[in-house]
């Protein structure tokens, strides 16, 4: 297993920061590395964000001294996405098939996780988002249909989008894991905008189903000064709470959003004016 560590921030750190700092503290550049797992650990409320892409054979969830428990779930709760071909997850011996866009809630206290693919030539691709939890909920297996659909944006603002709650208490119980995933409509290139902060919660994006040659420049840091990444296909950027995170694309994208903090309302947001932009 990869296991890659970033570390708390101050907000007016950021403001010196160059381009490559800025990639180094916030950016991570490779989520799936085939047969293997792949897993960033971020203090900003300690969650941790990744992928696993079982190519020639399982891979299991490993006991890392990282986490400082006898198992990775005995004090964390897991969501799980599938953006790649069809795979199963086996859950302390228990098969789930999980095909593309499948989602999947792991409850704290599962022992053994080991991810697995159908075919080997189109391999699943299971994108993770963890939190620390204080209690366990059931394991909810969530399929692309099940999960809550929401309407957001206009075309005229170019950022008219559906966004698909899969961790959300409109469709199963968490602690405080809240993770989805939102599909643009066609001619919009803008994740959000306005854009928003919410100092209660810090959030993960992750960006794929793009081209090569296409990008998104993810707008982060405080409204009065602001900063960009540019970021790839299969790329995840860590947003801390007093950021805000906005993206507009070259051409079509679909990305993944998971939040953690204080709470799991989702539209608890504070909202920034245009001109107060910068």
């Known amino acids: 297993m990869k296991f890659n560590i970033l570390y708390n921030n101050h907000p007016q750190d950021s403001k010196t920061y160059d381009t490559k700092t800025l990639r180094e503290r916030y950016l991570i550049e490779k989520v799936f590395v085939k047969d293997e797992i792949s897993l960033t650990y971020s203090h900003h409320d300690r969650i941790i964000a990744g992928g696993v892409m079982p190519v020639s054979q399982e891979v299991d969830l490993p006991v890392t001294k990282d986490l400082g428990t006898d198992f990775f779930l005995e004090r964390r709760e897991m969501g799980v996405i599938n953006i790649g071909g069809e ?48 209690k366990s909920y059931p394991t909810v297996h969530i399929p692309f249909k099940n999960a809550n659909p929401n309407q957001w944006g206009d075309a005229k603002t ?101 939040m953690c903090g204080e709470n799991k309302t989702f539209d608890d947001m504070d909202f920034v004016d245009m001109s107060d932009l910068k």
């Open 87 to 134: 795979g199963y997850i086996i859950l302390d011996g228990k098969k789930q098939k999980m095909e593309a866009r499948d989602g999947i809630y792991l409850g704290a206290g599962v022992k053994a996780v080991k991810f697995g693919s159908i075919d080997s030539k189109k391999p699943a691709k299971f994108y993770i988002n963890s939190a620390p939890a204080h």
């Open 158 to 258: 170019l950022n008219q989008r559906t966004i698909y709650q899969y961790v959300h208490p409109a469709v199963c119980e968490s602690c405080q894991l809240v993770m989805g995933l939102t599909i643009l409509s066609p001619g919009s290139a803008w994740n959000t905008m306005p854009c928003h902060t919410h100092e209660r919660r810090m959030e993960v994006y992750f960006y794929f189903d793009m081209e090569e040659k296409t990008r998104v420049f993810h707008f982060m840091g405080e409204k009065d000064e602001t900063r960009h990444l540019v970021i790839q296909n299969e790329q995840a950027v860590v947003s801390p709470s007093w950021s805000i995170h906005s993206g507009v694309g070259t051409s079509d994208y679909t990305f993944i959003w998971g």
